[in-house]
């Protein structure tokens, strides 16, 4: 599985994502996530060491070194921290890779 650390903007605002092809979908932390949400089918997931009740997704307006694209994420408390201690913003999956 690749995984890679990126600085890049989301809905306006400097993130720290990790882009995790070994992931299908895409998540944020909460207080991150547009306000533009759905209700989706429930499902569990496990990120980080911790488990989370998924029950909806937003769309997200991204940029990274000047390409703007989209994606659908599904908000949650949070996806942990990197090795260096350094909180994640978001977790970029395969799906959300195919738009950049």
């Given at each position: ?24 979908r895409s998540y944020v932390r909460k207080e991150l996530a547009s306000d ?65």
């Amino acid at each position: 599985m690749a995984r890679r650390f990126k600085e890049m903007k989301m809905e306006g605002k400097e993130v720290f994502v990790l882009f995790d092809a070994g992931s299908l979908r895409s998540y944020v932390r909460k207080e991150l996530a547009s306000d533009i949400k759905r209700k989706t089918i429930p499902f569990k997931v496990g990120l980080g060491g911790f488990s989370f009740e998924i029950d909806e997704s937003c769309r997200l307006n991204c940029e990274i070194e000047g390409l703007e694209f989209d994606i659908e994420a599904h908000p949650i408390e949070g996806p942990g921290n990197d090795e260096r201690g350094r909180q994640i913003d978001a977790v970029i999956g395969a799906i959300g890779m195919q738009k950049i």
